[in-house]
């Protein structure tokens, strides 16, 4: 696909390899605006409002699936499926809020949006991206441009995760077809004061879950939870009941498989982990990374079982767009929890924070 007339737009990218608060750099590209090839679907420009940070935003910037990205970027190019110049490096960010600044197809000039980018495509951080209308969305009119920008990456991976509409299910645990089904079972959520955790928390306890919560020391602000759990209190697993979870989300380091096993039910129940080393391992391009994440996951099964029985099933969760999941998006009526938040000229320090900081909630870039 080719493009006429250029826009000029600031970026933050990377291009090379490294933390991202030490590679990273502001600078000026042009970006295309207009196909010169008629398309089957409409592209529209959009002005960013706010972008939200994912851990894998660092990972990306650090070199995670560097080969696997870069593979992805010649065929997008070669293809037409991207309009990413690879010579402006890495651009990290995820999901983002915007504003529609010409007519579409679909969206007219003035809407407000919200999507999601690809984790091997240009990502978000930037003043403006040309889109194809299919990836965007209507804002949740309720909530504020920072607060939209918090749900759309880790509100996907969650549905994903649980199999709702098709989701992404490599291995394990059987799918429901909606959150109300999960909203019935006892549940137990692992980091719940980081960004992914905070939102599932507040996901699941908008419809009134039975929800208990282990996370750092500001974890007491999370209301209407059952028990509260502080990581530094050497003896909150005392207050565990065994053989007592249906659902346990590991939103933290993915350990959990090596201790939550006594608490889960053994006749039935999932453990659903958020911290997948498939990512790194198909970057290396090794014929064996698909072998070799198969025998993670059946290890940690395994382990897993020792004590929760062969009633446990465990899968990683992984993100997957589906236009269901921003239509529950749009249903969200309680405030995401933002930690901080940064403006577009500080993107360095806002990294280092992630990193360096605890933090209740998201980190969210206002542009």
């Known amino acids: 696909m080719r493009f006429a007339r250029k826009l000029s737009t600031r970026v933050w990218s990377a291009t090379e390899y490294g933390n991202p608060s030490k590679v990273l750099s502001l600078r000026e590209v042009e970006i295309p605006t207009t196909p010169l090839i008629k398309c089957d679907n409409s592209h529209v420009t959009v002005k960013v409002n706010a972008v939200s940070l994912n851990p894998i935003d660092h990972w990306m910037v650090n070199g995670r699936g560097k080969n696997l990205r870069e593979i992805w970027e010649k065929l997008g190019n ?66 504020s441009p920072e607060e939209n920008a918090c749900l759309p990456f880790v509100t996907s991976t969650i549905m994903s995760s649980l199999g709702i509409s098709g989701g992404i299910s490599l291995f394990g645990c059987p799918t429901v077809k909606t959150l109300a089904d999960v909203n019935t079972k006892k549940i137990l959520i692992v980091g719940a004061t980081g960004g992914l955790g905070t939102v599932l928390t507040q996901l699941l306890l908008q419809d009134g879950a039975t929800v208990d919560v282990i996370g750092g020391r500001e974890v007491w602000k999370i209301e209407n939870a059952g ?80 004590e929760a029985g062969a009633g446990a099933e465990f899968r990683f969760g992984f993100f997957s767009e589906r236009q269901a999941y921003f239509e529950q998006i749009s249903k969200i009526y309680f405030k995401p929890t933002i930690s901080k938040v940064f403006d577009f000229e500080s993107v360095p320090e806002a990294f280092e924070s992630m990193v360096s900081e605890s933090h209740f909630g998201k980190i969210v870039i206002r542009l």
């Open 78 to 143: 070669t293809f037409g499926l991207s309009t990413h110049d690879a010579s402006v490096g890495v651009i990290p960010g995820r999901d983002f809020h915007a504003t529609v600044m010409k007519d579409g197809e679909r969206f007219k000039k003035g809407d407000h949006v919200v999507g999601v980018r690809h984790p091997f495509d240009s990502g978000s951080l930037q003043e403006r991206m040309v889109l194809n209308e299919k990836a965007l969305f209507p804002e949740n009119g309720q909530l």
């Open 227 to 306: 028990k509260v759990l502080d990581y530094h209190d050497e003896e909150y697993r005392k207050r565990l009941v065994d053989d007592d979870y249906d659902f346990v989300f590991d939103c933290a380091d993915g350990k959990a498989h090596e201790w939550v096993g006594r608490f889960m039910k053994h006749e039935k129940s999932t453990l659903i982990s958020y911290s997948s080393p498939l990512l790194q391992m198909l970057g290396s391009m090794s014929a064996m990374s698909v072998p070799e994440f198969i025998l993670v996951h059946q290890k940690v099964q395994s382990d897993l079982r020792k």
